[in-house]
Structure formats: C-alpha cells, structure tokens
C-alpha cells in the first residue's frame, strides 16, 4: 500500500537535507530519498574532507534553527575574521573585516561531510521524516493536484509534490525538460587540506594570478600546527599538470601561486579535482515539481556562494509551502510553487552575473587591463561603504531583489 506525505524529498546532500528538517519543523510530513548511503566516513583532523564550505551567516542561522549547528564538533569548524584578496598580477588589493562591518565574523569553514554527517544524525531523530536512503526514484507521475512515486526498493509513495535537490546533475530537471542557460567556465577547482608554516590569522586568502585563483581558507589548527582547505581554479590541461605532480612538488607551485606569503609544508590528505561548470535552469518548477540547490543553480566557488544560494532557496521555499499549508492551499500548485521561484530566481541569476564578471575581470593579464582593475581595487578599499554592503551580501543579510 502506498504511504502519504506532504512532500517527496529527492536529494539528501546539505540542501535537501536541511529542507527536509525546516520543512518537518513546520508540520509537513516528508519523505526524503538519497541514492546514497547516508554514511559519511568522517577523517580525523588535520586529514580534513578536501570538500569544505564557507558557511554565511544567514546559512549558520538556518543551521542553528535547524538544531544542527550546535552539533557540529568545535574542532570540525573554524570561524574567519578578515579576507584578503589581491591581484597576484598587479599591486590591486583589498581587505575585508568583521570587525569593521559590525560583524562577530565574516563566516565560517565547514567540511561538506561533517555537516551532511550532522544533518542526516537530525533527521533520524524526526518522527515526521522517513528516510529512503541507498534508493532512488524509478517510476513516478506528478501533476498539480500530487505525486504517485514507486522507488528502486519498491515502496510506494503518494505526495502533493516533489521537491528535486539532488544536485548539479539532477535527474528530475533532466527528466522533465527544464531549459537550462549553461556554460563551461574553463576551470576545474583542484581542493586539497594542506599544512603551512605560518599562521593563517583567521583570514580567508585568496589570489587572482597568472596561476589561477587560489584560494587558502582556514582550517581548525591541530596541536599548534596550521591548516587551510585550498580551492585552485585554473584551466583544465594545468589541472592535470597539476594533478600530476608529487605532493612535494605541488606545495612548491603553491608557495608561488599564493604570492609567496605562505610556505607550504605537506597535503594531509589526497587532492581532487573538480570541473567547474556554470548551470542555470530557466524555471525552477513545474506543476508538482519545484528545483533547489545545485538542482537550479551551479556557480563558479571563488566567492564560496553555492550552498549558501541553496540554503536561500530552502529558506524561501519553506517559508512559501508552509505559509499555503496553513491555508490550505495544494502544495503542488504552480500557483504555490511560483512564489517560490519568484522570490529566488532574480537573486541567484545576480549572484552568477557577480561571479562571471569576477573571473572575466581578472581573466585578461594586459598590462592596460591590469593597471585599470587594480586602480579600481584600490579606490574600492578606500571604500567602508562598498566593502560593507559587499560583506553584508555575502553574508546573505541583504539581496539584490
Ligand atoms: C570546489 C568547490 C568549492 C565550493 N565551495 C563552496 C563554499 O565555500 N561555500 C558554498 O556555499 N558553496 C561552495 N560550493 C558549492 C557547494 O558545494 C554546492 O552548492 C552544494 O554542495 C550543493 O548542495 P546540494 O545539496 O544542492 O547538492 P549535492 O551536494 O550535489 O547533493 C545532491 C544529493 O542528491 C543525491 N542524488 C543525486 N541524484 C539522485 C537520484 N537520482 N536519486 C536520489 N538521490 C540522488 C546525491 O546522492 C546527493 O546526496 C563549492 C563547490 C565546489 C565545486
């Protein structure tokens, strides 16, 4: 016999699985489905998952509604301070800091595992969630007025609608021809926890050079010794240089491509190699169907925007179904499901155009080009009022919308 829920969840990595505990916080009975085991291996420090996010403030917010955030071992996170961005071509600049923005700190530093790891602990722990876990969708219909689905395992489900958060890939938007607006960016992102001598001062570093872009964001320090998680974005034949080289090689390449300000002492752990694509579905649902997460919206990781856009969509996205439960209105309805849409879609498109503009801007190496962006760099320093609003949008306290 099939079961009934309000919604079927496909997709249990961050975003999904933080829909699934707001949405279930808010009365709705969820069903959430992953392919995945569920199990995440957790390494011990400093052998830190190469996967880490920088978590803003709305998204540590939502963590904590969540009852999540508390969870999360204090030696798995680090809190940063200051950012530091610099063109390792010209002299161009620019500082960020909490402290001048009002802030108790620009974000903090999560593995990916660590904090799926901490949700999927939350959800076994929530009557009104079941978990279809090393499962998948095979057959399902949906329309306005609900969903019959039938798993890989068998089981029968009934819902009024189906959320899709199974990533960048997503079968569902795949399977239901959403248009999407994509293009390769040209880089692949090599990440990896390395060791350096200094110290990493609470600041997230990063460069934008002949090398690519680099980013060393801190990592929690282990028996005084200093970490950062690196994201190295750079065209995919230097990836495979890159990739190529012994861990002691790759180090000293680092050295360089971080300016010099760090010496580079060991890579805990194995690098991996990740192609960067730009992804944008041109609707985010259909009747009985809505997109989130990276199931939307993929972008460039030099700002370390994506989770926290999809942690956006949850917000919005509980806030709208929970809002029409109360009145009774068919969760699946395009109706519903629009306001949704409309109250994301603008926000993340400007979110891509900011990133796409970024690498574009530091792409060409002309000495013409590079003498005007540092100019800008540096009245753009001189600036509080810029640097504010910038660090209050990555925040994700203000929207363009
Ligand atoms: C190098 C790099 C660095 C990044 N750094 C940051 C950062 O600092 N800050 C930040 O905010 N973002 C960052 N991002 C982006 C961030 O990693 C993603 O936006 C985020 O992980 C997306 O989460 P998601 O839950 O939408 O998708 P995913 O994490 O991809 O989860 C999708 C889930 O769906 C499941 N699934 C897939 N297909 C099916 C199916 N057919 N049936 C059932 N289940 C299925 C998968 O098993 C998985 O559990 C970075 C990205 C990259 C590439």
Same mark, same amino acid.
């Given at each position: 016999m099939?079961?009934?829920?309000?919604?079927?969840?496909?997709?249990?990595?961050?975003?999904?699985a933080l829909?699934?505990?707001?949405?279930?916080?808010?009365?709705?009975?969820i069903?959430l489905?992953d392919? +995945?085991?569920?199990?995440?291996t957790?390494?011990?420090?400093?052998?830190?998952?190469?996967?880490?996010?920088?978590?803003?403030?709305?998204?540590?917010?939502?963590?904590e509604?969540?009852?999540?955030?508390?969870?999360?071992?204090?030696?798995?996170?680090a809190?940063?301070?200051?950012m530091?961005?610099?063109d390792?071509?010209?002299?161009?600049? $620019?500082?960020?800091?909490?402290h001048?923005s009002?802030m108790p700190?620009l974000?903090? @530093?999560?593995?990916?595992?660590?904090?799926?790891?901490?949700?999927?602990?939350?959800l076994?722990?929530?009557?009104?969630v079941d978990?279809y876990?090393?499962?998948?969708? /095979?057959?399902?219909?949906l329309?306005?007025?609900? $969903?019959?689905?039938?798993l890989?395992?068998?089981h029968?489900?009934?819902?009024?609608?189906?959320?899709?958060?199974?990533?960048?890939?997503?079968?569902?938007?795949?399977?239901n021809d959403?248009?999407?607006v994509?293009?390769?960016?040209?880089h692949?992102?090599? $990440?990896?926890?390395?060791?350096?001598?200094q110290? +990493? #001062?609470?600041?997230?570093?990063?460069?934008?050079?002949?090398?690519?872009?680099?980013?060393? %964001?801190?990592?929690?320090?282990? /028996?005084?010794?200093?970490y950062?998680?690196?994201?190295?974005?750079?065209?995919?034949?230097?990836?495979?240089?890159?990739?190529?080289?012994?861990?002691?090689?790759?180090c000293q390449?680092?050295?360089?491509a971080?300016s010099?300000?760090?010496? $580079? @002492?060991?890579? =805990?752990?194995?690098?991996?190699a990740?192609?960067?694509?730009q992804? +944008?579905?041109? #609707?985010?649902?259909?009747a009985? @169907?809505?997109?989130?997460?990276?199931?939307?919206? =993929?972008?460039?990781?030099?700002a370390g925007?994506?989770?926290?856009?999809?942690?956006? /969509?949850v917000?919005?996205?509980?806030?709208? %179904?929970?809002n029409?439960?109360?009145?009774?209105?068919?969760?699946?309805?395009?109706?519903? %499901? *629009?306001?949704y849409q409309?109250?994301?879609?603008?926000?993340n498109?400007?979110?891509?155009?900011?990133?796409?503009?970024?690498?574009?801007?530091?792409?060409s190496? +002309?000495?013409?080009?590079?003498?005007?962006?540092?100019?800008?760099?540096k009245?753009?320093? *001189?600036?509080?009022m810029?640097k504010?609003?910038?660090v209050a949008?990555a925040?994700?306290?203000?929207?363009?919308?």
């Amino acid at each position: 016999m099939a079961k009934s829920y309000d919604l079927i969840l496909v997709g249990a990595g961050m975003v999904g699985a933080l829909s699934a505990v707001l949405l279930a916080k808010a009365s709705l009975r969820i069903a959430l489905v992953d392919k +995945h085991t569920g199990l995440y291996t957790l390494s011990t420090p400093p052998a830190y998952d190469a996967r880490v996010s920088a978590i803003s403030s709305q998204s540590k917010a939502l963590l904590e509604e969540a009852g999540v955030w508390q969870n999360i071992p204090k030696n798995r996170v680090a809190s940063y301070d200051n950012m530091v961005v610099w063109d390792g071509v010209g002299e161009g600049m $620019v500082d960020f800091n909490a402290h001048n923005s009002d802030m108790p700190e620009l974000g903090h @530093l999560v593995e990916n595992a660590v904090l799926n790891d901490q949700l999927l602990a939350r959800l076994k722990d929530d009557a009104s969630v079941d978990l279809y876990l090393d499962d998948q969708l /095979d057959t399902y219909e949906l329309n306005e007025t609900g $969903v019959t689905a039938s798993l890989a395992s068998g089981h029968q489900l009934n819902a009024q609608a189906i959320i899709a958060a199974d990533g960048a890939l997503s079968k569902l938007r795949q399977d239901n021809d959403f248009d999407t607006v994509e293009w390769d960016y040209g880089h692949t992102a090599i $990440v990896a926890t390395i060791e350096i001598a200094q110290s +990493h #001062q609470n600041t997230a570093w990063q460069s934008f050079g002949e090398e690519g872009i680099l980013a060393f %964001l801190p990592m929690p320090s282990v /028996d005084g010794r200093e970490y950062v998680s690196i994201v190295w974005s750079v065209p995919p034949s230097d990836a495979e240089a890159l990739m190529a080289l012994s861990d002691e090689a790759f180090c000293q390449r680092l050295h360089y491509a971080i300016s010099r300000k760090f010496d $580079v @002492l060991s890579v =805990t752990r194995e690098r991996q190699a990740i192609p960067l694509r730009q992804r +944008h579905a041109k #609707q985010y649902v259909k009747a009985g @169907l809505a997109l989130i997460g990276d199931a939307a919206h =993929t972008i460039h990781p030099l700002a370390g925007q994506g989770a926290n856009l999809g942690f956006g /969509d949850v917000k919005a996205l509980v806030a709208v %179904l929970s809002n029409a439960q109360r009145r009774g209105e068919a969760l699946g309805s395009l109706r519903v %499901l *629009r306001r949704y849409q409309r109250a994301r879609m603008l926000d993340n498109i400007a979110m891509a155009a900011g990133m796409e503009t970024f690498k574009r801007l530091f792409a060409s190496h +002309h000495p013409a080009v590079v003498g005007i962006r540092n100019m800008g760099m540096k009245q753009f320093n *001189r600036s509080r009022m810029l640097k504010n609003k910038v660090v209050a949008r990555a925040a994700g306290l203000s929207s363009f919308s």
